[in-house]
């Protein structure tokens, strides 16, 4: 593309992220307003750089953190998509009482903990006034949805008391002043985990990313997967994966690594002869994968970290195999489409990608280097620090994107601004989790789950799934993982399964919401570049991404489920890995069509059946899910074989 044509392009990609992603600033600000903005969030960014290797109490950095993420983010997001880009005296106003509401618990720290349990009416009007704070700001930055979810629990725990004795849910009713002191005077409301894990590790990984971002890191990583694969008729689809599970580890955020990657890549996948919508579907998945992928995760990774008391690393293992069969899946899916579709080659101008990782490798670095130390003992706070120092010195590299002091405090201010929405999200989420834990509605519910599945465990699993994707589908990843956390994973756990098998099923799920219909806002956004059916698209999205829908079934239901999550001896994990490798390429022939030649409907259902029996991960279902699957083989080489014979004939 020509250099007009590229920042055409780049100006989409900025207008579309910002009508569909909530983890992008909403307002360009102007000049000064812009300038000191970006001064109070290097500040931050400097202060949760210092906590790292000078902690202190924990609830007074979660109060200062929000007293200062709560009022940039009045500031930052306008109040409704058709507001102005400049602040009004309403959200100057609104910034000013969040500071004030915030300020009010730290000057009087010490009494506001001991009367959380007999809270004055100066404490319940702080506290009511922060909770319609937070909301509000939930509201400007991810919708009204979470917000109404949450004022539905807090009626939940205020009107509980009316609801009659014999219902499951019922309780005994909690007056405002309780309510107040559970939101905001403890570690159970706002200021709880899903506030920590924003106020210390998702700040750090933001700050990380745009360090990475601005160093050039992002560039290299889309230039050298589109150097990569040049030759094969695979090659456009596999280097649009590619790029995406690169440019995941700075973006942190499925659809804005869809969109970034898809206003380069969709000329290339069109000039080799992707349909719009297919096109469209490797997208979303590429985008999706981000999330799901390490070294970086998303930030319900860091939350599963917090409430399994594991460290980050451990997450990370959890993830690493479950990925593999991602991307394993969207390959063959790419290699059958390739040749389903007649796609072919296309060049690309540019340096070769061995030029290009001689030049720049040092990008990888950093990536590396966060790995190893946690894996020799470092904290995830301090390797993701040491991991962006690397970062920032390595910049110096490349005369073009040296971080020059300005540069570098523009990196660390968007460190901050990138965290806001995260971070109000969180702090929302923060109350329905105190309301969760006041009335008991976590145990409650899971009683509910398992009454209405009878007891058996596949039902449960599938009713636990659904209500995670039906919640996903109306509140952001990060929400929905913590209120299925609390509300939903107590019915697995009741019927047997494991903690991190349980948080991991419904991790993946609320990640998948993101390309589930009718929102998917992944494939909603691939199919705005590429101009397909928005529906069509998302039916696309899914056939790439089967497996990270099935194989989760694999961490609750099987016996060796455990393995998946490299939680068993190395033989057997090595093993289930092998097995479920299998099973997720007969979902590739069952979705994708395409085996040794184009698949009939026979050797397409063969290979589900093979698929599902394979994920069972135990001896007897995978021994008959390998004789189904030799079965399909056999099947398509006759049906090859007579249609060549006919062929011939005629």
Known sequence: MTGTEQGTAQASAESLIAELDAERP?????GRVAAAVTIVALGLSLYALYWTFRPGPVLPYRMVFLAVVLPLTFVCYKPRRSGG?????????LAALSLAVCAYPLVVFDDFIRRAFAPTAGDVIAGTLLTLLVLEA??????????????????YAYYGGYLPMDWAIGHRGYDLERIVASFVMGTEGVYGVPLDVAATYIILFTIYGAVLDHSGAGKFFVDVSFAAFR??????????????????????????????????AWPILKRAGYPREQ???????????AILSPPTLGAA??????????????????ATIPTVLYYLGIFLAIEMDSRRYGTESVGVDGPRAGELVKRFV??????????????????????????????????FLDRERRLTPRRAARALAEGTTGVLPVAVTCAAAGTIVAVVTLTGLGLKASSVIVGLSGGVLAITAVACALAVLLLGLAVPVTASFVIAAVIIAPALLDLGVERPEAYMFIFYYAVLSEVSPPTALSAFAASAITGGNAHRTMLATWKYTLPAFLVPFAFVLAPSGSALLAQAPAGEVLLAAAVSALAVAALAVATGGWMLGPAGPVERSLCAVAAVLLLVLSRTPVLAGLGVAVLALVVHLVRRNVLRNREASS
Do not use: K, N
Request: glycine content about 10%.
């Open 231 to 264: 030759r094969s008729r695979s090659a456009p689809g596999r280097t649009v994966t590619l790029a995406g599970f690169l440019l995941g580890t700075v973006s942190g955020s499925g659809v804005a690594t869809t969109v970034s990657v898809g206003s380069v």
């Open 26 to 30: 909403g307002r360009r600000l102007p």
């Open 362 to 395: 040092y990008h990888f670095s950093s990536l590396f280097v966060i790995v190893v130390l946690m894996a020799l003992g470092q904290s995830p706070f301090r390797a993701v620090v040491y991991a962006t120092v690397l970062a920032f010195l390595l910049s």
């Open 85 to 93: 880009d400049t602040p009004s005296v309403l959200d100057w106003a």
């Open 279 to 289: 096109a469209g579907g490797v997208l979303a998945a590429a985008g999706i994968g």
């Open 138 to 155: 939930c509201r400007r930055t991810v919708g009204w949805i979470l917000p109404a979810v949450c004022l539905g629990f807090l009626a």
């Open 301 to 318: 990774a860091f939350i599963i970290a917090e409430y399994l008391r594991v460290s980050y690393l451990t997450v990370l293992v959890y």
